[in-house]
């Protein structure tokens, strides 16, 4: 599929280049699907395999979540980290604004927050900055101007603006660009059958959860088209509606990862889908996230206890975990996987499907666990 751009794209911790590619109407995919992209200013005969990390839902753009991993990923990621050099245009500038508010707009749409229960999301990465660069490729002093009484941006005005980049930055590295692409695809992953299970265990390993950010984007748009709400009191329930595309009653969210870096690019996400629920449901929570991050010690070992218990007081005390910022509280180190999946087969929501995506050895561990407590197990290959 030629003709395509990366309209934004934002280098994010842990040397992950997300691309923000326009999407045409009648590109058609399911959460989960992966693309081949190709992009001739990183190598012109060269494709690679990448899951798609938005939801179908979201309609005018596809997300792509890629860490440095070897010669081309990185080759990508300092491309993006270089300043531009080429004369951005006004027309084309305006058309990036014009599309980065769609974008707010669909994604306001997607995430509902009409019900977060008190519930404050942060907005320390809200806020804009315009870097600009002059010809040589240094950053220009700030400026201490007022904005235009009109409110408009020079560019949506039609006047040039006197800088050869802008660089619209949001949180740590973020940029408008119009650089051309070729995707092939989508292709589909035995993740497809999430929708159609009764009770779906995700378990993604480091960069294994990109293809569960378009899934879990997804679960959460279908949820709340089923959740209803008392016009007299605050009160919310979901709908027990089974069809053909939605059959999930319950949904466990594990993550497991090194450190707490890793963890920065899906914490916004992380933290919208957990103000998308109520916090008391009378069938208990739908959606419920395990994170596990395997270098911190463990509780079981001594020298982490008086670490561990104050992490527990103080999250109890903010209601919040002091690594992530989320509700759910991060454990230290691996799950033991007996224990979590003899919870889960505890619960009673119906037949559990277990779906991973990470390394081969970890696999392993769960498909022989999987087969202790008669789940089924899938897993993508990564």
């Known amino acids: 599929m030629g003709g395509l751009h990366i309209v934004e794209v934002n280098l994010l911790p842990s040397k992950v280049t997300h691309l923000v590619i326009k999407r045409p109407e009648f590109f058609h995919f399911k959460p989960g699907d992966y693309v081949y992209i190709n992009i001739p200013e990183i190598a012109k005969y060269e494709w690679h395999p990448f899951t798609i990390s938005s939801p179908p839902e979201q309609s005018d753009s596809l997300w792509l979540h890629i ?108 940029r408008f660009c119009n650089i051309k692409c070729y995707v092939d695809g989508p292709y589909g992953t035995p993740t497809r059958q999430i929708f159609t299970s009764e009770h779906a265990v995700l378990i993604g390993a480091g960069i294994g959860i990109t293809p569960f950010a378009s899934i879990l984007q997804s679960i959460m748009y279908r949820y709340r088209m089923r959740k209803q709400n008392c016009p007299n009191c605050n009160y919310s329930w979901c709908e027990n509606i089974k069809d053909g595309e939605m059959l999930l009653r319950k949904v466990d969210f594990i993550w497991i990862n090194r450190d707490q870096k890793s963890f920065e690019w899906f914490v916004s996400l992380l933290t919208k889908l957990e103000m998308d629920q109520a916090d008391e449901e009378p069938e208990g929570r739908f959606l419920e996230m395990h994170m596990y991050m395997t270098s911190a010690l463990s509780k079981n070992d001594m020298k982490a206890i008086g670490l561990q218990m104050a992490l527990d007081l103080l999250a109890k005390k903010e209601k919040r975990d002091s690594i992530t910022g989320l509700r759910t509280r991060t454990q230290p180190g691996r799950p033991e996987w007996g224990k979590v999946f003899q919870k889960v087969s505890e619960e009673n929501k119906g037949k559990v499907h277990v779906f991973y995506c990470g390394a081969p050895a970890l696999a392993k561990t769960i498909k022989a666990q999987c087969e202790r407590f008669g789940f089924n197990f899938y897993k993508e290959h990564f």
């Not at 007022?146 to 949001?170: T, W």
């Open 67 to 174: 860490r440095s991993m070897g010669q081309w990923t990185n080759r990508l990621y300092e491309y993006f980290r270089q300043p531009q050099r080429e004369e951005v245009s006004p027309k084309r500038l305006a058309a990036s604004l014009r599309h980065r508010r769609q974008l707010t707009r669909a994604q306001e749409e997607l995430f509902s927050f009409t019900n977060c229960n008190g519930a404050v999301a942060s907005n320390e990465n809200a806020s804009v900055e315009l870097m600009m660069y002059r010809q040589n490729g240094s950053p220009a002093p700030p400026t201490s101007e007022a904005p235009p009484p009109d409110g408009l941006e020079p560019a949506e005005r039609g006047e040039a603006p006197p800088i050869l980049q802008v660089s619209a930055k949001f949180g740590e590295n973020h």
